[in-house]
């Protein structure tokens, strides 16, 4: 069982940064896949961006703002987040799915972008 706690959400001005963390109470391996979703209010739930190994995907709407990166040795994602968009303004939640199939969420953290 792995446990996933994201941290570093908050209040930003537009044109700010944030960086997100989700450390996981396991060991989290290079071949999971961690994932960085999000949802605002009213909205379907979107994928941000994604890390497997070494390989990384953005949303469109996210590219060449937003960092995903590992720390394996801490266990840790991060989600960097440069010139952020009231659009952005949304909870945050990580996610792991491994090949086995096993699949677990935290519990998200809210990022607000003032205009």
């Known amino acids: 069982q792995v446990r996933l706690v994201e941290s570093g959400g908050g209040l930003v001005q537009a044109g700010g940064s944030l960086r997100l963390s989700c450390v996981a109470s396991?060991?989290?391996?290079?071949?999971?896949?961690m994932y960085w979703y999000r949802q605002a209010t009213g909205k379907q739930r979107e994928l941000v961006a994604q890390?497997?190994?070494?390989?990384?995907y953005y949303a469109d709407s996210v590219k060449g703002r937003f960092t995903i990166s590992r720390d394996n040795a801490k266990n840790t994602v991060y989600l960097q987040m440069y010139s952020l968009k009231p659009e952005d303004k949304a909870v945050y939640s990580c996610n792991l799915v491994r090949a086995s199939g096993y699949n677990c969420w935290g519990q998200g953290t809210q990022v607000t972008v003032s205009s």
């Open positions: 396991g060991t989290i391996f290079s071949i999971d896949t």
């Open positions: 890390i497997s190994g070494t390989s990384t």
